[in-house]
């Protein structure tokens, strides 16, 4: 199992910045597909960005060209930099990771962008 702990959310001001990192409890070099998820209120969970399973970073249609996925390996870390934050970019974001057959997911950090 791969335990995910998400951090970095906050309250931002739209067009405002905020960088999400995700730690894990084991290495990362061999994990892929990773990334992020966000939920909105009221809202189903929704992609985001990841690493696919070639190590490829992708984009959801709604964040491209705003967010962008990075990883450092050597600290299990996962980040999420997202820029010109909007109103609906407000939800909790979770990491998710798919290893070993198993698929684990992180308890999600809060990201509120106001008016």
């Known amino acids: 199992q791969v335990q995910l702990v998400e951090s970095g959310g906050g309250l931002v001001q739209v067009g405002g910045s905020l960088r999400l990192s995700c730690s894990a409890n084991r290495s990362i070099v061999v994990i892929n597909p990773i990334g992020w998820y966000r939920q909105a209120p009221g809202k189903q969970r929704d992609f985001v960005a990841l690493?696919?399973?070639?190590?490829?970073?992708n984009y959801a249609a709604s964040v491209k060209g705003r967010f962008s996925i990075s990883r450092d390996n050597a600290k299990n870390t996962v980040y999420l930099e997202m820029n010109s934050l909007k109103p609906e970019d407000t939800a909790v974001y979770s990491c998710?990771?798919?290893?070993?057959?198993?698929?684990?997911w992180g308890r999600g950090t809060q990201v509120t962008v106001s008016e």
């Open positions: 998710i990771a798919f290893w070993a057959g198993r698929v684990d």
């Open positions: 690493f696919t399973s070639d190590g490829i970073a």
